[in-house]
């Protein structure tokens, strides 16, 4: 069993700076790539910000140059730092991890159960 939790949601004020983290933990051989998807009040769910396992990343056209996605492989833990927040990135934000499960080595996708990050203008 694997799990993927999350933290560092919350409530602020347009301009400002939020820190997400997701942890995966469990039978956990290693974590392929791991990345943060959004879902806003009536849109789909949509990508933000994805990184490899050698540490490549790729960010939507809307928040290049505002988000660094980064992971730390010894704690199997993604981060988002998010900047310059606008009201528009208001969603329930998302992780996701490829697995590869330590007993039986196959590939696995989770989700984490999402934070909250609600931008005021």
């Known amino acids: 069993q694997v799990q993927l939790v999350e933290s560092g949601g919350g409530l602020l004020q347009a301009g400002g700076s939020l820190r997400l983290s997701c942890a995966a933990s469990g039978s956990i051989f290693s974590v392929n790539d791991m990345g943060w998807y959004r879902q806003a009040p009536g849109k789909q769910r949509e990508l933000v910000a994805v990184i490899t396992s050698g540490g490549s990343t790729d960010y939507a056209d809307s928040v290049k140059g505002r988000v660094t996605i980064s992971r730390d492989r010894t704690k199997n833990t993604v981060y988002l730092q998010m900047n310059s927040l606008k009201p528009e990135d208001t969603a329930v934000y998302y992780c996701?991890?490829?697995?590869?499960?330590?007993?039986?080595?196959?590939?696995?996708?989770?989700w984490g159960q999402g934070t909250q990050v609600t931008v005021s203008s």
């Open positions: 996701n991890a490829g697995i590869i499960l330590r007993y039986t080595g196959n590939v696995v996708r989770y």
